[in-house]
C-alpha cells in the first residue's frame, strides 16, 4: 500500500519561503507521476503541482512563478520549493501519486502570516 509522510511545514511571515518534502513508500517511484496538493477550508484537497515521470511540471496559475516542484527518484522522495509565500497559501499540504486513488498522509501544515 502506497504511503507518504510530509514535512517542512511551519510558520512563516508573507513573502517568505518554505521547502516541503514527502518520502514515499510502498510502490515503484520512479514509474508514477507526484503532485502535491493543499487543503484550506475545504474538505478536500486540491491539486497545486505536478511532476511527471520525465519532470516535466505543471501548476496551478496561483503559484505559478513562486512554486517548484522537484524529485528524487533514488531516495522515493518529491519537494516543493515555495518562495514569495502569501496568507492565501496557508493549508495543510499533501503529496501523493497524480491520477491514482491514495489514501492521504498526515500532511504538513503551513502558515503564512501578513
Known amino acids: 500500500q502506497a504511503k507518504f509522510v510530509e514535512s517542512g511545514g511551519g510558520l512563516v511571515q508573507s513573502g517568505g519561503s518554505l521547502r516541503l518534502s514527502c518520502v514515499a513508500s510502498g510502490f515503484s517511484f520512479s514509474t508514477y507521476a507526484m503532485g502535491w496538493y493543499r487543503r484550506g477550508s475545504g474538505t478536500e484537497p486540491n491539486w497545486v503541482a505536478l511532476?511527471?515521470?520525465?519532470?516535466?511540471?505543471k501548476y496551478i496559475s496561483a503559484v505559478q512563478g513562486r512554486f517548484t516542484i522537484s524529485r528524487d527518484n533514488a531516495n522515493n522522495t518529491v519537494y516543493i520549493q515555495m518562495n514569495n509565500l502569501k496568507p492565501e497559501d496557508s493549508a495543510t499540504y499533501y503529496c501523493?501519486?497524480?491520477?491514482?486513488?491514495?489514501?492521504w498522509g498526515p500532511g504538513t501544515q503551513v502558515f503564512v502570516s501578513s
Open positions: 511532476i511527471e515521470t520525465h519532470n516535466t511540471t
Open positions: 501523493k501519486r497524480a491520477l491514482v486513488w491514495d489514501n
